[in-house]
């Protein structure tokens, strides 16, 4: 059985830092590029970050490229995101997809709310 477990977020002041996890189950995570979306309230869901199945090559949106970090840990089956400088407009449900670089199937995590308010 595939899942994929968000966890991490929270309630964070603007200026703060958070670190999300995902943790995937049921597949062969090094088979498996990896990414990051977020939904924000009233707003279509879009692409945060992505990481090659081994690791070697992020790409990161340009709202969030140079404050948030994409990493993968092949051997615990976990995908991390380090999100710094937060702002109130990084509010929002943050998912993790997974997509197989043979297969193209592709899974989605149910998400990890992040709200940053003061």
């Known amino acids: 059985q595939v899942q994929l477990v968000e966890s991490g977020g929270g309630l964070v002041q603007p200026g703060g830092s958070l670190r999300l996890s995902c943790a995937a189950s049921?597949?062969?995570?090094?088979?498996?590029?990896m990414s990051w979306y977020r939904q924000a309230p009233g707003k279509e869901r879009e692409l945060v970050a992505v990481?090659?199945?081994?690791?070697?090559?992020?790409n990161y949106s340009n709202s969030v490229k140079g404050r948030f970090t994409i990493s993968r840990v092949n051997a615990k089956n976990t995908v991390y995101l380090q999100m710094n400088s937060l702002k109130p407009e990084d509010t929002a449900i943050y998912y993790c997809?997974?997509?197989?670089?043979?297969?193209?199937?592709?899974?989605w995590g149910k998400g990890t709310a992040v709200t940053i308010s003061s």
């Open positions: 997809k997974a997509r197989g670089q043979y297969s193209g199937y592709e899974y």
């Open positions: 049921g597949f062969i995570f090094s088979n498996y590029a």
């Open positions: 990481i090659s199945s081994a690791g070697d090559t992020m």
